[in-house]
């Protein structure tokens, strides 16, 4: 056996040669612990590490341990001849601290490998063991502290076990930072009774007593006092809740007479109340380690601290602190407790009547459902907060009556934070009666020394506070009330939103409208239907019922749709409730805007749907105010269309038609068909912009009121403050999107090849495309390219063709996607046509004559009147007309018609036979239909006309077939 060992810093280790011949060694780094560590030596310090040296010498069967600092042997264990050390943290010689910062210790250190029992063994050393030898004090006190520890972790120790073995290791442990540690560590334990606790706490509290005061350690003998001090307490706690219900209501407990003014306000909150229970009472996830028995008497001791006879209760997470009031308070609201015994004896520990009122209100306010449900608990209440104000400090005497009250300013201020609505009203009501019978009293003393006045100013003051906070209670209990609604199809991930008084005050002048807007998104409420609600607001009529509603009753489910009619009809009072309380903040055109807003946002994030950009454009139209009107559309422009808008229109271009499917999601982020639907909101918001924007100087901008109790309001900015802000658009660069939005949305619609609607502009046109609508930009003038007109016209030609023949694909009940402003295709067309420098009267007679084409005889007639050059549209009906009779003679070849055909003159017989009655959509057409066009194209064509005689030739030739049997 060789050791290296270094004189200057390790002594030699008394080792002797014979019986450590072909030894075996070891080392063990052990590190100290984070208990230890904190007793021995200070917290700035890093953690002490110790190495001890394992030998196992086979010739003796022995394993020692020795300690390598002090030298002496820590431990010897016998063991068998024929074992094996294995010592797997070898490492490099000559490496320095650098370079070895990076070895980890392998997890064991030592392995004792015993092929006899077949078994591996570790070695693992206290690191108490390198700080002393054996029979030191401090050694063997960590170790009773130890012993402390595993028995308080025992699970099946009887309590009568546990005080005894608890008390004589605390007894025996000599050490003053030890034994607070392990005094702290019974304190902590949920194995430990409060008898346990009383019982060891008042031995070691005797035992520094009959020391000399001064061996006794000033801090350990504070912390036994104050634990015994909240021991006692929570003793006495747990025998007031303990007390029947006839001890727990004395007289001098139960609510004063005369209090009809809060009883009046009940009265009159009821319905708002017991809707809002409802709504709020449906079943709850509640896991099994959520607190819901009594405190125990570890979470009491943490919670509260002891210095000086004053109790102070520490604020930890939110659930601590309502378990910590639930324990002092809910004896007293479930009618257990006496309160003003309670108070007593909480103001006898030293508690201070600020945290006993916080503590009361936070049990009062998180365990709404049971406040709700629990009888009295109002007058309860009432008995509790006076006993608390009865309290010593609760008002100074030199408080002045024009101020307000720090102390009733706590209770307004836990009120206004509060989420639960329904029992932060009660609070409020509850508190303002309280305060008001305190207020009385205190000016009654103070009536002798000052004026009558003065004691009414100070009256008026703090009862002005408490009717603001009422007022913004009962109206928050109102638009809670509404937006906990359950919704027929929530969104995906949605939630009942919850709102404080704090929270609308800090939301700004929109926050109402806002937590509405949600609201009526969640509710898939319809924009028509929210419109009649807002114009019903104040009226007692009822509102008529959805589509679905109104035939629910012809159906099987006729009984759910009546069911869904009364939510539908509950829904449209509350909300017209809401709007009556909130008559400034939701308004009609804040609301509307509001929804515009949430339903352009929800649309931003799935654009799939269609539907919520379509629906948002119909709330910008409900605004009435143009200034509101214009603000919001052009930042639902510049925000989430433009860019869209920009890339359908280069993908258009790019392909020469009506996209995929596939090339409509990679570059505009959406299907064709929601595509087709955003090119016509986009159509509708540029119109809505341009009235709006030409409206502005006929009516003034809207006002930014607020009601008188919401005054206080701060926060962003509402949607009608940064309408307001907008700057104005410049006009002809929204006529000039709003006719490239057209052309784009007719193109999809009807499917239009070749459809390139940029390139029916030119440059000019062009570089004004998708830029700030409140620029000035450099737009066409003047006359046009012919070839471009001659490209614009063909456009709006194939446009025509594609209405009238979708006409007669899906039948005239369902036309395709009308324009906007629900006209029809024509006269969007015919109004596209002076911009692009179109003749309308072209377009006018090609529509005629699309329309004769399709057998759409009666709509024809009716465009007929608005043409202008008559006689080259009777030319063009003539053509029709001739194909019409070539059909009938020649293509169907009944004998009738073969008889006539040669009775006719020999020059309308060889012009029928050059008509081709293929170009003819709908060629089979009542001859009746064919005598009146035949008429109508005389009338129009003058006598001199070439074709005039030929028209005559026609009349006679289809009298005489509609003569024939």
């Not at 120790?157 to 005894?164: G, Q």
């Not at 407990?253 to 809002?276: C, F, H, K, N, W």
């Not at 309290?391 to 720090?406: A, C, I, N, R």
């Not at 009777?874 to 070849?893: C, D, F």
Request: charged share 20%; proline share 7%; aromatic share 6%.
């Amino acid at each position: 056996l060789t050791l290296l060992l270094s004189p200057s810093r390790i002594p030699p280790l008394p080792l002797s040669p014979s019986g450590y011949r072909d030894a075996q060694l070891g080392w063990v780094q052990v590190c100290e612990s984070r208990g230890e560590a904190e007793a021995g030596g200070s917290p700035q310090f890093p953690r002490r590490h110790a190495q001890f040296l394992v030998i196992y010498a086979p010739r003796r069967g022995i394993l020692e341990v020795w300690g390598t600092q002090h030298g002496p042997r820590v431990g010897a264990f016998t063991v068998g001849k024929h074992c094996r050390l294995l010592y797997p943290g070898y490492r490099l010689m000559g490496v320095n601290s650098v370079t070895s910062q990076g070895w980890q210790l392998p997890t064991q250190q030592v392995y004792l490998l015993d092929p006899a029992s077949r078994a591996i063994r570790t070695i693992t050393v206290p690191f108490h063991l390198a700080l002393s030898d054996k029979k030191s004090e401090r050694a063997r006190d960590m170790h009773l502290q130890k012993r402390l520890n595993t028995l308080l972790r025992s699970r099946d120790i009887p309590p009568e076990t546990l005080e005894t073995e608890a008390k004589s290791i605390l007894l025996d442990i000599k050490h003053p930072a030890i034994r607070k540690q392990a005094l702290e560590s019974l304190m902590s334990s949920k194995n430990a009774s409060v008898s346990t606790l009383t019982v060891v706490t008042g031995a070691l509290l005797d035992s520094l007593q009959e020391q000399e005061a001064e061996a006794v350690d000033e801090a350990l003998l504070q912390l036994c006092t104050s634990q015994l001090s909240l021991l006692q307490l929570y003793t006495d706690i747990q025998t007031l809740n303990a007390q029947g219900a006839e001890q727990a209501n004395p007289d001098s407990d139960t609510v004063e007479p005369g209090d009809g003014e809060m009883d009046s306000d009940l009265a009159r909150l009821r319905p708002i109340l017991q809707q809002y229970t409802e709504l709020n009472s449906r079943p709850s996830v509640s896991f099994a380690q959520d607190p819901s028995g009594p405190l125990p008497v570890r979470s009491f001791l943490s919670q509260l601290e002891c210095e000086g006879g004053v109790v102070r209760a520490v604020r930890g997470p939110d659930s601590d602190w309502t378990q910590l009031g639930s324990f002092l308070f809910w004896g007293c609201v479930c009618g257990e407790s006496a309160p003003h015994r309670l108070c007593e004896r909480l103001q006898a520990a030293g508690f201070s009547p600020q945290q006993l009122l916080s503590l009361c209100l936070s049990v009062w306010l998180s365990r709404e459902r049971e406040v709700l449900r629990t009888p009295q608990a109002e007058s309860r209440l009432h008995s509790l907060l006076t006993a608390l104000s009865n309290m010593t400090g609760v008002v100074e005497e030199e408080w002045d009556l024009q101020s307000v009250s720090p102390w009733w300013q706590q209770v307004r201020t836990a009120c206004s934070q509060s989420e639960s609505s329904g029992a932060a009203l009660l609070a409020g009501l509850v508190g303002h009666r309280v305060a008001k019978s305190c207020i009385n009293s205190l000016a009654k003393k103070k009536f002798e020394a000052e004026c009558l006045s003065d004691s009414w100013e100070a009256v008026s003051l703090e009862l002005e506070q408490w009717a603001v906070c009422l007022r913004q209670l009962e109206d928050t209990l109102a638009l809670q009330t509404l937006l906990s609604l359950p919704s027929p199809r929530p969104p995906p991930g949605s939630t009942s939103t919850r709102v404080t008084v704090r929270a609308l005050l800090e939301a700004g002048r929109g926050g109402v409208a806002d937590s509405v807007a949600k609201w009526v998104f969640r509710q898939d409420l319809p924009p028509v239907l929210l419109r009649e609600i807002l114009q019903a607001r104040g009226e007692g009529e009822s509102l008529r019922q959805p589509p679905a509603e109104e035939e629910g009753g012809k159906e099987e489910g006729g009984e759910q749709k009546h069911q869904e009619g009364q939510e539908f009809q509950k829904a449209a009072g509350l909300l017209r409730s809401v709007c009556l309380r909130f008559p400034f903040s939701l308004s009609a055109d804040l609301l509307s805007a509001q929804c515009c807003w949430e339903y352009v946002v929800q649309w931003n994030r799935d654009p799939e749907e269609g539907r919520f950009l379509s629906w948002s454009v119909e709330h910008l139209r409900m605004i009435s105010n143009p200034h509101t009107q214009h603000g919001i559309a052009v930042m639902m422009w510049s925000t989430f269309i433009v860019k869209r808008f920009s890339a359908a229109a280069f993908l258009m271009e790019k392909v020469g038609k009506a996209p995929k499917d596939r090339l409509c999601r990679r570059d505009v982020g959406m299907g064709d068909g929601p595509l087709t639907s955003f090119l016509g909101s986009c159509t509708q918001v540029l119109q809505i912009l341009m009235e709006a924007d030409a409206g502005r100087d006929e009516v003034p901008p809207p006002a930014l009121s607020v009601e008188e109790v919401w005054g206080g309001v701060e926060g962003p900015s509402s949607m009608l403050e940064l309408a307001l802000e907008q700057r104005s658009v410049h006009y002809p660069l929204v006529q000039h999107h709003a006719l490239l939005a057209a052309l784009l949305f007719a193109a999809m619609t009807f499917n239009i090849r070749p459809a390139r609607p940029l390139g029916l502009f030119d440059s000019k046109g062009k570089n004004a495309f998708f830029k700030d609508l409140t620029s000035i930009q450099l737009l066409p003038s003047g006359d046009t390219d012919p070839g471009l007109v001659c490209l614009r016209q063909e456009f709006l030609l194939k446009v025509m063709s594609g209405w009238v023949q979708s006409l007669v694909e899906v039948g005239e009940e369902y036309p395709p996607p009308s324009p906007p402003g629900g006209e029809q295709w024509s006269a969007l067309v015919l109004e596209l046509a002076p911009p692009l420098q179109v003749n309308s009267d072209l377009l006018r007679r090609h529509l005629v004559c699309e329309l004769y084409s399709q057998g759409l005889d009666r709509r024809a007639e009716e465009v007929m009147l608005e043409v202008e050059d008559r006689e080259v549209l009777g030319s063009q009906l003539l053509v029709l007309t001739g194909q019409r009779l070539s059909y009938s003679l020649l293509h169907t070849q009944t004998r009738a018609g073969m008889e006539l055909l040669a009775r006719l003159p020999p020059v309308l017989c060889t012009w029928l036979k050059a008509m081709d009655p293929v170009e003819l959509r709908c060629p089979s057409v009542p001859l009746s239909l064919t005598s009146r066009l035949v008429t109508r194209l005389i009338e129009m064509l003058p006598e001199s006309h070439g074709q005039y005689s030929l028209a005559l030739h026609l009349m006679e030739a289809v009298e005489a077939l509609d003569t024939e049997p």
